[in-house]
């Protein structure tokens, strides 16, 4: 079983909240529950957010830091396994849940990492595996005595290094929430003002999530749609969208029948990737991220540069 929010996607938006400016828990909250809901995770529309406390009917605790401040917990169904339950209707069946625990603290993400390095591999956790990049850590780990329960935590320098945040990202396989409703597709939204113009919105989508992060020198977006095409048609579109400004393209697709490219130019100014997934309330739709990481000061591909030159396309 893997965590429905895949932990890659999840761990960049965390990244970005703790880079966002202020200390305010209030801000935070609502930062992290406009991130859960720009992801476009399952059941979006029935995500609970509780600002300073656990979720209620948490099968299971996780370690808390020692004395650190809880900013917000979530709660959410998870996507319906199509695969487990082949025939059955995602709209009538009950849902797995997913939960989400965001800690503030005062110590060092090496302290914070330390602690839950140890707190992990003690029953009835253990540690299922890790990775670190130079802006976060990720521990997962699974319940031993329930194999129903797993998850991972996150960890994350905050603003200006004199904070850690901590993500606890744990799913429940074992519970279930109440028959949900039928899904009805919502009228699209705006995609983000600066969302670059040569990375094309896919005609006849229809954008459920979108999100944006400025840093120095850095623009980050978020774009999640439906579409009624295949997944593999979507990720052709794009491989040629790309490949025709002579950027690079390269398959990166891990999960089941998911499908993913990365992209980026010969510079490094803009990089990415687009991910394609059924959706999971509806097999008439595929849904679609695209992160899209830019140079602010870039001139697009097919834009004239100041000269007069346009950037050559492949």
């Known amino acids: 079983m893997r965590i429905v929010l895949p932990v890659v996607l999840l761990s960049t938006l965390f990244v970005a909240a703790a880079c966002s400016p202020g200390g305010d828990n209030d801000r935070m909250a609502d930062i992290i529950h406009g991130l859960l809901l720009a992801a476009?995770?399952?059941?979006s529309e029935s995500l609970e957010s509780?600002?300073?406390?656990?979720?209620?009917?948490?099968?299971?605790?996780?370690?808390?830091?020692?004395?650190?401040?809880?900013?917000?917990?979530?709660?959410?169904?998870?996507?319906?396994?199509?695969?487990?339950?082949?025939?059955?209707?995602?709209?009538?069946?009950a849902q797995p849940v997913l939960y989400?625990?965001?800690?503030?603290?005062?110590?060092?993400?090496?302290?914070?990492?330390?602690?839950?390095?140890?707190?992990?591999?003690?029953?009835?956790?253990?540690?299922?595996?890790?990775?670190?990049?130079?802006?976060?850590?990720?521990?997962q780990f699974f319940n031993v005595d329930d194999i129903d329960i797993a998850g991972a935590?996150?960890?994350?320098?905050?603003?200006?290094?004199?904070?850690?945040?901590?993500?606890?990202?744990?799913?429940?396989?074992?519970a279930f929430l109440d028959e949900q409703p039928p899904f009805e597709l919502k009228p699209s939204l705006p995609a983000p003002k600066e969302f670059p113009p040569d990375v094309p919105l896919y005609a006849g989508a229809t954008v459920t999530g979108t999100a944006f992060f400025r840093e120095p020198g850095s623009e980050s977006f978020l774009l999640v749609f439906l579409t009624t095409d295949a997944q593999e048609d979507v990720i052709?579109?794009?491989?040629?969208?790309?490949?025709?400004?002579?950027?690079?393209?390269?398959?990166?697709?891990?999960?089941?029948?998911?499908?993913?490219?990365?992209?980026?130019?010969?510079?490094?100014?803009i990089q990415g990737d687009v991910l394609a997934d059924r959706y999971p309330r509806s097999?008439?739709?595929?849904?679609?991220?695209?992160?899209?990481?830019?140079?602010?000061?870039?001139?697009?591909a097919g834009?004239?540069?100041?000269?007069?030159e346009g950037p050559a396309a492949g």
């Open 40 to 43: 476009g995770t399952e059941g």
């Open 50 to 93: 509780f600002v300073g406390e656990l979720p209620p009917d948490l099968p299971a605790e996780p370690p808390l830091y020692p004395e650190a401040s809880l900013v917000v917990s979530s709660r959410q169904p998870a996507p319906f396994d199509f695969e487990a339950s082949p025939g059955a209707d995602p709209a009538a069946a």
């Open 100 to 139: 989400f625990i965001v800690l503030d603290t005062p110590d060092s993400r090496d302290d914070v990492f330390s602690f839950y390095e140890s707190a992990l591999d003690q029953d009835p956790w253990q540690v299922q595996g890790s990775f670190s990049t130079a802006e976060l850590d990720t521990l």
């Open 153 to 174: 935590v996150s960890i994350a320098e905050e603003g200006g290094g004199d904070r850690t945040l901590v993500l606890i990202s744990m799913q429940d396989a074992g």
């Open 236 to 269: 052709e579109f794009y491989r040629e969208a790309f490949q025709g400004y002579g950027w690079t393209v390269q398959d990166t697709s891990s999960f089941g029948l998911e499908g993913q490219i990365d992209f980026r130019d010969a510079s490094g100014d």
């Open 283 to 300: 097999r008439d739709y595929t849904e679609v991220r695209i992160q899209v990481e830019v140079n602010p000061s870039r001139v697009p």
């Open 303 to 308: 834009e004239a540069t100041p000269d007069g």
